[in-house]
């Protein structure tokens, strides 16, 4: 009787996780049910299992996590896709009513183009979130080590990470609290430290899940390597901005010379060309 108890204890424990941190948590059954008819059409756009691996990460480090979201992905592209290649065959009709293989080509071009303006959105969406969570990278780190050197264990330590960046980078703060989740519900630290450094795309996270599984294997300090962690990715950080300001005046040197030179080359040659003119007449 004291087992039951404690079990569905602890069923409720892991229930109230999934509901705070992860999908809102529902059974597999209803959310299968639940699908949108815009999610069904996802389905009728073919991908593999690497190209749906690859947007299922864009899509974690762009933000949006709920379960629907790759069929979401792929139905954007395929109406985008269908939406580019009718408009192309609608303005090849107002040309001529015969359809060339030279439409044919046109259709199938727009077709692609319009299929991957989603992905372009999405991308162009995860290197955003990436670079906002990145500047903040190194200082959760710093939390993380000032946590485990006070005496807590990862888990807690990496919830505790995540509630304080709640209000700082909201979409780092929920990396750590569903790899929090994560890690109640699997037990795996060290697997879930690598799905961690996976959704975010982040080096600096990468490492320290590398970092978790050489401390768990061979038993080195994890508070003196998260430390070093954190140093290198200030640095590297230092860096980046330093690449940046390098690249500054060669920008500006163009910038100079397109306004610099176009009047430049109008003042010399407007006379000859006046004069050409006048001699013409």
């Known amino acids: 009787m004291t087992v039951l108890l404690l079990q569905e204890q602890q069923h409720k424990n892991i229930k109230k996780q999934c509901q705070r941190y992860l999908f809102s948590y529902v059974e597999t059954t209803e959310l299968t049910s639940k699908n949108s008819g815009f999610s069904k059409i996802g389905l009728l756009y073919p991908v593999s299992g690497k190209e749906a691996k690859r947007l299922m990460q864009l899509l974690e480090q762009a933000g949006f996590h709920h379960l ?35 439409t044919v080509m046109f259709i199938l071009v727009f077709y692609v183009i ?100 050489m401390a768990q294997k061979y038993g080195s300090p994890l508070a003196d390597t998260m430390r070093t962690i954190s140093e290198d990715a200030r640095l590297l950080r230092k860096i980046s901005l330093e690449e940046q300001a390098g690249k500054l005046p060669g920008r500006i040197t163009l910038i100079q010379m397109a306004f610099i030179m176009l009047p430049l080359l109008v003042l010399i040659i407007a006379p000859t060309m006046n004069l050409l003119l006048e001699s013409l007449k």
């Open 68 to 102: 629907n979201a790759l069929n979401q992905v792929r139905a954007a592209k395929l109406l985008f896709g269908l939406s580019f290649a009718l408009l192309t065959l609608i303005w090849q009709l107002t040309k001529t009513p015969e359809i060339s293989a030279m």
């Open 114 to 213: 319009g299929s991957n303006i989603p992905e372009y959105w999405l991308k162009r969406s995860a290197t955003k979130a990436r670079q906002a969570q990145q500047h903040v990278v190194p200082d959760a780190i710093d939390l993380l080590v000032i946590s485990v050197e006070a005496g807590l264990s990862l888990d807690r330590a990496i919830e505790k990470v995540g509630h304080y960046l709640r209000h700082i980078e909201p979409g780092l703060s929920a990396h750590f609290l569903r790899t929090h989740a994560e890690m109640i519900v699997m037990g795996d630290q060290a697997e879930c430290m690598r799905k961690l450094g996976w959704r975010s795309g982040l080096e600096e996270l990468k490492r320290l899940a590398n970092t978790l599984v």
